[in-house]
């Protein structure tokens, strides 16, 4: 049914940049809102940015802003988020959403998410 499956992350030394890819299955990417969040241990989950499907707007949160870019391959049914100058307020699980409406706190369908390691 609906998938989605997140990969590209690892480790990476700060200042260093990492590309994530989300895939989906089950549905097509293009008609849904797609986002990424992303989560670290004490922390509550944040958003960081979103791909509305209604508009095609891209919103980034404020603490990406300008540092990651999100980008969409409707061939390959995948999304990107490209992130730059990464630092270690950075490490947390990397999560890809989406839902059919549009960009929201609280996506119906969700991955497993990917860990984003920033250390020297």
């Known amino acids: 049914q609906v998938r989605l499956v997140e990969s590209g992350g690892g480790l990476v030394q700060p200042g260093g940049s990492l590309r994530l890819s989300c895939t989906a299955s089950g549905f097509t990417l293009n008609e849904y809102a797609i986002g990424w969040f992303r989560q670290a241990p004490g922390k509550e989950r944040e958003g960081l940015s979103c791909?509305?499907?209604?508009?095609?707007?891209?919103y980034y949160a404020g603490s990406v802003k300008g540092r990651f870019t999100m980008s969409r391959d409707n061939a390959k049914n995948t999304v990107y988020l490209h992130m730059n100058s990464l630092n270690s307020e950075d490490t947390a699980v990397y999560y890809c959403a989406a839902d059919i409406s549009s960009c929201h706190r609280r996506m119906n369908y969700w991955g497993k998410g990917t860990l984003v390691t920033v250390s020297s």
């Open positions: 791909i509305s499907g209604s508009d095609s707007n891209t």
